[in-house]
């Protein structure tokens, strides 16, 4: 079946703009999980959706929001760029929220420059 | 919070190696341990995990043991080859229920 399918690929923006990333789970996956991931932190969790609800979100400031659709699938944005928001963003799906099982099932990732 | 810490890569190897990645943490509660590895140009994927303390996880050859004294879930293998160079992130689920990554650790096997 086809994997986790993120949109798009690159993208280039200036300080100041907004962007929006989206994610389409694997088929029959009802959980969405958003991470950032650069060089010096790693993958830092910014948020988990579950059946249209947020179910758990992370440290990051008011301008990273996320939606997730009734087809599980999930967008998620972030307006007044800055450089720092520089990354690879990534999506994971789950059958059901992942913190139960742990098995994340992760896209390529969108890959974010800020100029 | 809680929080995962491995090893800084690089770590280089030649093929047929011994290998160990370090993983500690820091929880409350009983937390899930889990490696992930990332391949180049590809998502990351789950590599092996473990439910209980004194639990060894395994797949393709690695093997890591869930060590609830130390805190520890440190990846090894016996043999590493050339296919095993990638960047391998130890994870666990936290007490909310969060899946919390290390900062990763590349490796390169020389052939």
């Known amino acids: 079946k086809a994997g986790v399918t993120q949109t798009p690929r690159y993208l280039i923006k200036t300080r100041g703009q907004q962007v929006t990333l989206s994610c389409s789970p694997i088929s029959g996956h009802r959980s969405v999980s958003w991470y950032q991931q650069t060089p010096g932190q790693g993958l830092q969790f910014l948020f988990e959706y579950f059946s249209e609800t947020q179910r758990n979100k992370g440290n990051f400031p008011g301008r990273f929001s996320g939606r997730q659709f009734s087809n599980s699938r999930s967008e998620m944005n972030v307006s007044t760029l800055e450089l720092g928001d520089s990354a690879l963003y990534l999506c994971?799906?789950?059958?059901?929220?992942?913190?139960?099982?742990?098995?994340?099932?992760f896209g390529e990732g969108s890959r974010l420059t800020v100029l | 919070g809680d929080s995962v810490t491995q090893m800084e890569g690089p770590v280089t190897l030649s093929e047929e190696a011994f290998l160990t990645i370090n993983c500690t943490y820091t929880?409350?509660?009983?937390?899930?341990p889990f490696w992930y590895v990332q391949y180049p140009g590809e998502g990351l994927q789950l590599l092996l995990k473990a439910t209980k303390a004194d639990d060894k996880g395994s797949n393709k050859g690695f093997e890591a043991t869930y060590r609830k004294e130390t805190t520890s879930f440190h990846l090894e293998k016996g043999s590493v080859q050339v296919s095993d160079s990638a960047v391998y992130f130890c994870a666990l689920r936290s007490r909310d229920d969060k899946i919390i990554f290390g900062k990763g650790t590349r490796l390169h096997i020389l052939p």
């Open positions: 994971a799906s789950s059958l059901t929220s992942g913190g139960n099982t742990g098995e994340l099932f």
């Open positions: 929880a409350t509660g009983y937390p899930s």
